[in-house]
């Protein structure tokens, strides 16, 4: 076990994280999307939400603040809000994007996390920052 490091990231999403540069761009996506089908690289997180998820990933994550930090798809939900708000607190943007667009930039991520979040249209895309010394 680490100290410090949030018991809901494992060694395969670490690793992810670790892995990325600044500008990769991660995908948090519900139980519903196709995630097997579209990843590059694919971290499952079973019993976790969106929300949960993106909350751990944020402790250790530095979001791009320079530009748009994320994306969601259009349609609005009241889960879109939480996640939008965690994203704010550390300087980030979100922008909504048609569900086309969105899905295309799942597609082109380094990374998806799966979880089995029931909830839907609840996905995120963050991109990474850089961090200073």
């Given at each position: 076990m680490l100290i410090g490091i949030d018991s809901r990231l494992g060694p395969d999403l670490l690793h992810v994280l670790a892995s990325m540069g600044h500008g990769d761009t991660l995908a948090i996506v519900d139980g519903n999307y196709p995630a097997e089908r579209d990843?590059?690289?694919?971290?499952?997180?079973?019993?976790?939400?969106v929300s949960?998820?993106?909350?751990?990933?944020?402790?250790?994550?530095?979001?791009?603040?320079?530009?748009?930090?994320?994306?969601?798809?259009?349609?609005?939900?009241?889960?879109h809000l939480d996640l939008m708000t965690q994203v704010h607190a550390l300087g980030g943007e979100i922008t909504r994007l048609q569900d086309s667009e969105f899905y295309q930039s799942v597609k082109q991520a380094f990374a998806i996390v799966a979880t089995t979040d029931s909830l839907l249209f609840n996905n995120i895309v963050i991109t990474k920052g850089a961090r200073g010394v």
């Open positions: 990843a590059k690289r694919l971290v499952r997180m079973s019993g976790h939400t949960s998820v993106l909350e751990a990933v944020l402790t250790v994550f530095p979001i791009e603040t320079d530009q748009v930090t994320g994306w969601m798809p259009e349609t609005e939900r009241d889960i």
